[in-house]
């Protein structure tokens, strides 16, 4: 196929205000860098003259007027909002010379009025943010960068380290701090740090939870916990018989009314929680007459009636002590017990046995290792703090279990919180120990005694069980003996809250009840 030859143009064509010849493929380098710009027209700041694009009109400002942005730039930390502004200022403001700005020693116009222009010009769409420094090239750009990135990569190294040595500096000064205030504390009454001692306000959060209706189903539907209280009146109804009885804690009032079913001459029942108002409501509804609730803290509250011959309070709160309220039931004993009088349980036991559930530990400890291909293994620190409340499976208890404290409620004082055990556990099977299981039982010592237990051989409650995770579990096998020790404090920022420390396998770990 034959094409038809075009013949060459025999005009001269005109760029960028240069003439051009046609059979040259460039002029000189001036006319080069003007025809590959493509900018619009772009008016001096300064002067009439237009020139191609707004980089030739900053050329021709810093030649002509002395005025260079990239030296503004740095001198007043400006960004392209400034940028934008100070054309705006250039143009609505009168009398704006390239001396006045050269002598300026504050960018005065960083108003938001000079954010909207006079009329539309290139300056306004320059990308005032990719300006370098004057005499930059992309070389030195390039070069700067990879220094810029080192000396960040270096300084970041001595931060990280600097970070880690006041972490543990920050330890070493807990650890001083905490001794000193046990030491202090050691020293001073135990009713300084019981739940008395905490103000009404401080303490309103706590009995603000228990008006929840939410937490009062979850007890009341725990069979082994409400029956065990009822057996223990009902079954005794001789011994409840006549009776005066005071409800530390009633709630809804449902073991005031089971004390009255059972005989009771008088029952009042005392809270601090709002949900008084509901159990009012309950005790007339049921036309129980012989039962008085009362809205107040015990401590500070006048009741009806001095002394009593029973006293009956479900107070347990997860790992037993948990929550702080046997300080209620305490006072109560020392303010309002006659002097042959019983309290309700009577008696508590805690204990612990190994446990090794790798499914468990995986879930909650190695699951930081790998999460959605993220390493967040730094949280299993704090994690390895916070007990697990969960009902555990009995198949992976390894040991038997050993009994930690046993609380004779009618003699215990302000300072059961604090004690230390030194406990052995003997491996009934083989298996990977990954932490200890604590629980506790309750008992009703009366004539036809009644008792419940919250172990994981036993029907579940709402307590559960509580789960203290040690960081690397270790393979125990039948018959072997393990060997640690358990230490419970009352907590020094919450008087409802514990501090707990385990050794084991000749390594401390401490978890916080809170």
């Known amino acids: 196929m034959e094409h038809e030859e075009i013949p060459p143009l025999e005009s001269e064509s005109v760029q960028n205000g240069t003439i051009q010849d046609d059979d040259s493929d460039f002029t000189d380098d001036d006319s080069e860098d003007e025809s590959m710009d493509n900018g619009e027209p772009t008016t001096c700041l300064f002067c009439t003259e237009v020139l191609n694009s707004v980089d030739l009109a900053l050329e021709h400002i810093a030649k002509q007027h002395n005025i260079h942005f990239s030296q503004m730039k740095a001198k007043f930390n400006m960004d392209q909002y400034s940028f934008i502004k100070l054309i705006n200022y250039i143009r609505l403001e009168e009398g704006v010379t390239a001396d006045k700005l050269n002598a300026a020693s504050q960018a005065f116009w960083n108003d938001e009025k000079y954010l909207k222009p006079k009329d539309y010009e290139p300056w306004l769409t320059y990308d005032y943010d990719a300006l370098a420094p004057e005499g930059e090239t992309s070389c030195t750009k390039e070069t700067d960068l990879k220094e810029l990135v080192h000396s960040l990569q270096e300084q970041i190294k001595m931060q990280q380290a600097q970070l880690e040595q006041a972490s543990n500096d920050m ?35 706590y009995f603000d939870s228990y008006a929840h209706f939410g937490i009062h189903h979850e007890m009341l539907s725990d069979t082994v916990r409400t029956t065990s209280y009822r057996d223990a009146l009902m079954k005794n109804k001789d011994f409840v018989k006549g009776k005066l009885v005071l409800d530390v804690g009633c709630g809804t009032s449902v073991l005031s009314i089971f004390a009255s079913q059972a005989g009771a001459e008088k029952v009042i029942g005392i809270d601090n929680s709002n949900i008084i108002y509901n159990a009012m409501d309950i005790v007339k509804k049921n036309n129980i007459e012989n039962v008085t609730l009362v809205k107040g803290p015990l401590e500070d509250t006048n009741l009806p009636i001095e002394k009593f011959d029973i ?18 039931v305490i006072y109560a004993r020392d303010h309002h017990l006659k ?56 198949k992976h208890v390894l040991t038997e279990s ?82 640690g020790t358990l230490q419970c404090k009352r907590s020094l920022k919450s008087a409802r809250s514990l501090d707990i420390s385990i050794e084991i396998f000749n390594k401390k770990y401490t978890y916080y009840l809170d």
């Open 171 to 205: 330890a070493t000064m807990r650890q001083g701090f905490q001794r000193l205030m046990e030491k202090d504390n050691s020293s001073r009454d135990p009713s300084e740090r019981c739940v008395s001692s905490v103000s009404v306000k401080a303490d309103e959060s």
């Open 311 to 328: 006293i009956i309070s479900e107070w347990m709160g997860y790992f037993l002590l948990f929550e702080g309220m046997l300080d209620s």
């Open 339 to 394: 002097e042959n009088g019983i309290l309700l349980p009577n008696r508590c036991t805690m204990s612990i046995v190994g446990y090794g559930n790798d499914a468990l530990f995986k879930q909650h400890v190695t699951f930081w290792n790998d999460v959605y291909g993220l390493d967040m293994s730094t949280m299993r620190k704090e994690v390895m703090h916070e007990p697990l409340i969960d009902v555990v499976d009995p």
């Open 402 to 483: 050993n009994c930690i404290a046993d609380l004779n409620l009618m003699k215990v004082n302000l300072n059961y919180s604090n004690f230390k055990y030194n406990f052995e556990l003997k491996c009934v099977k083989d298996g990977n120990l990954s932490s200890l299981v604590g629980y506790f039982d309750n008992y009703f010592e009366l004539p036809e005694p009644v008792m419940f237990s919250t172990s994981p051989d036993a029907t579940p409650t709402h307590w559960k069980q509580v789960v203290f995770f040690i960081e690397e579990p270790r393979t125990v096998k039948e018959g072997e003996v393990i060997r």
